[in-house]
């Protein structure tokens, strides 16, 4: 097991471990779709979506048009481009990362990691196989694309050429077929214009007043459109580095735009969810094709311009028809009477076509057990989530949300180990964001359910349950004659001869090492940590934190409660002084009972409630806390009959522990206070 013990490499940042709860194949989008490219060859439509799967659908098959996911990034996809004849896609993530893929067998080639934040926009150069990737860092790289698709997961250090200058985030690019001009569009709410083959600044077209979404640029590079966040479409021309006319057809910010490839038309789409075709020449005259019932964040024509494909935010796509009628966009025009394009009917009230989306949830709650999860997604469906065993324990459908959190939180106060992130529509669970914390649950292994009623009841750690079984097949990949063979003397190997002390969890879970608030380090699926290449990288990106505990099995430590310990005042006793002691957290009441009936009282044995120096309440070895079956199990419930404890004047449940009473009933920050007092 030496190996393992290079997970240390990554010390210098922070790196946090994550696991995506869903289901096995997800057919369905569970969030909005940021990007759309259609194959006019295979009649293929790819979808980016923020649930951080690429999927293909077959248009010819729209029973089951589902074809297959490509899944690799860890967050939104932001951006793709189909290239080299509809063989490759390229994409565009907010994980920050860019990744080639080969489209016809949908597996991932080489991931590109030269951005260093969200990137959110792609260029395509048809002519000369060139693709430029920008985001939230400022810069443009720009790629050929026959090298990117010749890189390996071995060899993929690639060098590009980049251009620099832009003084905001970037939003949206556009480079024309041959590759002679690129356009950039900002939060800085100017078009910045290179020349893409000698990496120059060519011009900045100034003119709106908010964020450019979307950019298209004709074929000779002559004209430029754009749509910005200020409601308004400009068309530029290149030559006079001037603006022609300015199409105000939307009511609120344009977010998505097409254009045939004459520049005769224009079509756009964006928060006021209507897709409108306005005629260039004229934009007098307009057709409002459709009205979604979610802002529209890209579109795609089918090669015959017969019909448009629709991305929203929520989940499904639409397929809306246009007919020769439209196109000559004859039939509207501005009235002053009915306040123009705001009151126009759709062409189309029904989509021709439609691929579903899936739910996606946007609420959730973690139950006091810090085990279970309650969630709410976008059909107002509940569910409740295990993050043990990663996967949904019931569907409780269109009940009320706030109603069944009140009914399945119990009196019980377990610290929070772990957070949650909703961003992609499913639950992600995140594990050291701050390492401390993601071992500070410590719970009863028989109410936790690993330990029979029979057995002797141990502690067991919420985080180091985890972790095992998310890396099991990488600590113990041979199993026990692997484990024998480590130098461990053989203590491992014991551990799992008397069962697994951890739940499993289902192999298609995704594991995700990432830096802390930064970029993704490696994705995995739990089912393929003990492959060959797998456990290379994991050896390289596993942290120190976590190989400490999964592998070199040293348990996290307890964590400790002080609290003072006096006579109730109905005693009549009065305590010269306040007898401040420690215990581990999860020490029931009874415990401290025992104490007060052995110590301070001192009507019991010495059998040993208190340690070190007569402070410090025992709660077992740091193998857990006894129950019942201890030797003082007679001392205990003894104890209970003759000695009651209170807190802030209320009788205290001697199976409480000390975190529960100090949460839920001192509700202080200061050091807790119980009292004692005989009962008579």
């Given at each position: 097991?030496?190996?393992?013990?290079?997970?240390?490499?990554?010390?210098?940042?922070?790196?946090?471990?994550?696991?995506?709860?869903?289901?096995?194949?997800?057919?369905?989008?569970?969030?909005?779709?940021?990007?759309?490219?259609?194959?006019?060859?295979?009649?293929?439509?790819?979808?980016?979506?923020?649930?951080?799967?690429?999927?293909?659908?077959?248009?010819?098959?729209?029973?089951?048009?589902?074809?297959?996911?490509?899944?690799?990034?860890?967050?939104?996809?932001?951006?793709?481009?189909?290239?080299?004849?509809?063989?490759?896609?390229?994409?565009?993530?907010?994980?920050?990362?860019?990744?080639?893929?080969?489209?016809?067998?949908?597996?991932?080639?080489?991931?590109?990691?030269?951005?260093?934040?969200?990137?959110?926009?792609?260029?395509?150069?048809?002519?000369?196989?060139?693709?430029?990737?920008?985001?939230?860092?400022?810069?443009?790289?720009?790629?050929?694309?026959?090298?990117?698709?010749?890189?390996?997961?071995?060899?993929?250090?690639?060098?590009?050429?980049?251009?620099?200058?832009?003084?905001?985030?970037?939003?949206?690019?556009?480079?024309?077929?041959?590759?002679?001009?690129?356009?950039?569009?900002?939060?800085e709410k100017v078009l910045r214009v290179w020349d893409p083959r000698s990496n120059t600044k060519l011009m900045k077209l100034k003119g709106h007043a908010d964020n450019i979404k979307a950019l298209v640029l004709s074929r000779d590079g002559s004209q430029c459109l754009s749509a910005s966040s200020d409601g308004t479409i400009k068309l530029w021309s290149m030559g006079q580095q001037w603006c022609i006319q300015t199409i105000r057809v939307h009511t609120e910010g344009v977010w998505a735009l097409l254009a045939t490839d004459t520049f005769s038309h224009v079509i756009s789409g964006g928060r006021d969810k209507r897709v409108i075709m306005t005629e260039l020449r004229n934009p007098d005259h307009y057709?409002?094709?459709?009205?979604?019932?979610?802002?529209?964040?890209?579109?795609?024509?089918?090669?015959?311009?017969?019909?448009?494909?629709?991305?929203?935010?929520?989940?499904?796509?639409?397929?809306?028809?246009?007919?020769?009628?439209?196109?000559?966009?004859?039939?509207?025009?501005?009235?002053?009477?009915?306040?123009?394009?705001?009151?126009?009917?759709?062409?189309?009230?029904?989509?021709?076509?439609?691929?579903?989306?899936?739910?996606?949830?946007?609420?959730?709650?973690?139950?006091?057990?810090?085990?279970?999860?309650?969630?709410?997604?976008?059909?107002?469906?509940?569910?409740?989530?295990?993050?043990?065993?990663?996967?949904?324990?019931?569907?409780?459908?269109?009940?009320?949300?706030?109603?069944?959190?009140?009914?399945?939180?119990?009196?019980?106060?377990?610290?929070?180990?772990?957070?949650?992130?909703?961003?992609?529509?499913?639950?992600?669970?995140?594990?050291?964001?701050?390492?401390?914390?993601?071992?500070?649950?410590?719970?009863?292994?028989?109410?936790?359910?690993?330990v029979d009623d029979n057995g002797v009841d141990e502690k067991v750690n919420y985080g180091n349950l985890l972790l095992q079984a998310l890396l099991e097949k990488w600590w113990k990949p041979g199993g026990i004659s692997d484990l024998e063979g480590s130098g461990n003397n053989g203590e491992d190997a014991n551990s799992i001869r008397e069962g697994k002390k951890y739940f499993s969890v289902p192999g298609h879970t995704p594991v995700i090492f990432s830096e802390v608030g930064g970029r993704t380090l490696y994705r995995l699926l739990v089912r393929d940590a003990a492959g060959e290449t797998e456990r290379v990288l994991l050896n390289e990106t596993v942290p120190s934190w976590v190989v400490d505990i999964v592998v070199d099995k040293n348990l996290p430590k307890f964590i400790r409660i002080p609290f003072f310990l006096l006579p109730h005042s109905s005693t009549g006793v009065k305590s010269l002084k306040k007898d401040r002691l420690i215990a581990n957290d999860f020490i029931q009441v009874r415990k401290v009972a025992e104490h007060v009936y052995d110590k301070v009282l001192g009507a019991g044995s010495d059998s040993g409630s208190v340690a070190g120096g007569g402070n410090t309440v025992s709660g077992g070895s740091p193998a857990g806390e006894r129950t019942n079956n201890d030797s003082n199990a007679d001392n205990s419930s003894l104890a209970e009959e003759k000695v009651e404890l209170l807190c802030n004047d209320q009788v205290l449940d001697p199976s409480m522990d000390l975190r529960t009473v100090k949460h839920f009933i001192w509700k202080s920050s200061v050091d807790l206070t119980l009292h004692y007092r005989p009962i008579k």
């Open positions: 097991m030496a190996a393992l013990k290079t997970g240390g490499q990554n010390a210098r940042k922070k790196v946090q471990v994550s696991m995506v709860i869903r289901d096995e194949v997800e057919r369905r989008h569970r969030a909005g779709v940021n990007s759309l490219q259609y194959d006019p060859v295979l009649h293929r439509l790819y979808s980016a979506g923020r649930d951080s799967i690429i999927r293909i659908w077959n248009c010819k098959n729209m029973k089951d048009p589902c074809i297959q996911s490509m899944e690799h990034h860890t967050d939104w996809v932001n951006d793709i481009v189909l290239c080299c004849g509809g063989k490759n896609v390229i994409s565009a993530s907010s994980d920050t990362t860019v990744k080639v893929w080969n489209a016809h067998k949908g597996f991932c080639m080489s991931t590109l990691r030269t951005h260093r934040d969200y990137v959110k926009a792609l260029a395509y150069a048809k002519d000369r196989e060139q693709v430029a990737s920008a985001g939230l860092d400022r810069a443009i790289f720009l790629w050929d694309v026959n090298t990117l698709t010749a890189l390996t997961a071995s060899n993929n250090t690639v060098t590009t050429s980049s251009l620099t200058g832009n003084k905001d985030s970037i939003y949206s690019m556009a480079m024309n077929p041959p590759g002679t001009i690129l356009v950039s569009g900002s939060t057709t409002v094709i459709c009205e979604e019932k979610a802002p529209i964040l890209k579109m795609a024509m089918t090669p015959d311009q017969s019909s448009i494909w629709v991305a929203t935010s929520e989940s499904t796509i639409n397929n809306w028809t246009i007919s020769q009628k439209d196109w000559q966009c004859g039939d509207y025009s501005v009235d002053s009477v009915t306040g123009g394009v705001a009151n126009m009917t759709p062409r189309n009230t029904e989509p021709a076509q439609r691929i579903l989306g899936g739910p996606a949830i946007r609420h959730c709650h973690v139950l006091n057990d810090r085990r279970h999860v309650l969630t709410k997604d976008t059909e107002d469906n509940v569910a409740l989530y295990d993050v043990l065993k990663a996967c949904k324990v019931e569907d409780l459908g269109p009940v009320d949300f706030d109603q069944e959190v009140k009914k399945r939180n119990k009196m019980v106060y377990v610290p929070n180990w772990f957070n949650v992130d909703l961003k992609t529509g499913m639950l992600t669970i995140h594990l050291g964001q701050d390492e401390n914390d993601c071992f500070s649950a410590w719970v009863s292994g028989k109410e936790a359910g690993l």
